[in-house]
T-cell receptor
């Protein structure tokens, strides 16, 4: 079974600074997707970034980028120029297309951006 | 973008009664829908996967007779919590996708409180 581990329950960062959230996963599969989701206090799940395992190039979406290390099964999220609106829970998630495409989530990291 | 509507957004019910939560895809046909449960400050735990026109697949430890899932059409899945107890109080979130490699879209969640 796949597992996703986020070892940082809480993190904080000063506004405009950079922060990196860690995520590791365990799988024997070769074809899968990895995601970072943001959950603000409204509880709405918002997709931040997505990475296909077969792609070597790290995904980037504006201020958000990932460091995908397939051999190490590591998938960290870097947030540059942090903004107050980035304050939220961040979940790393794994999806194996061969298992019906269900998303398995990590425990989450609560990020606080301080002014 | 694609919209998933979940209703109600919150509900309070008495112990022993049943409550139904609806998840609708508004502008796409959802061949697969997923139901998650989230306790405060915790991750999303997958309860079941529902494919249109077939029986739901439940995750280990989830009672299928207690959490009835119906996916009768390509735009609607329902989760019925039967004979609710206070320990069923939680945040329930649905997600839906059109095809196996399509992005997942999440509803806004339903906060269930059983008194």
């Amino acid at each position: 079974a796949q597992t996703v581990t986020q070892s940082q329950p809480e993190m904080s960062v000063q506004e405009a600074e950079t922060v990196t959230l860690s995520c590791t996963y365990d799988t024997s599969e070769n074809n899968y997707y990895l995601f970072w989701y943001k959950q603000p206090p409204s509880r709405q799940m918002i997709l931040v970034i997505r990475q296909e395992a077969y792609k070597q190039q790290n995904a980037t979406e504006n201020r958000f980028s990932v460091n995908f290390q397939k051999a190490a099964k590591s998938f960290s999220l870097k947030i540059s120029d942090s903004q107050l609106g980035d304050t939220a829970m961040y979940f790393c998630a794994f999806m194996n297309l061969g298992q019906g495409g269900k998303l398995i989530f990590g425990q989450g990291t609560e990020l606080s951006v301080k002014p | 973008g694609a919209v998933v509507s979940q209703h109600p957004s919150w509900v309070i019910c008495k112990s022993g009664t049943s409550v139904k939560i609806e998840c609708r895809s508004l502008d796409f046909q959802a061949t697969t829908m997923f139901w998650y449960r989230q306790f405060p400050k915790q991750s999303l735990m997958l309860m079941a996967t529902s494919n249109e026109g077939s029986k739901a697949t439940y995750e280990q430890g989830v009672e299928k007779d207690k959490f009835l899932i119906n996916h009768a059409s390509l735009t609607l899945s329902t989760l019925t919590v039967t004979s609710a107890h206070p320990e069923d109080s939680s945040f329930y979130i649905c997600s839906a996708r059109e095809r196996s490699n399509s992005p997942l879209h999440f509803g806004n969640g339903t906060r269930l409180t059983v008194t």
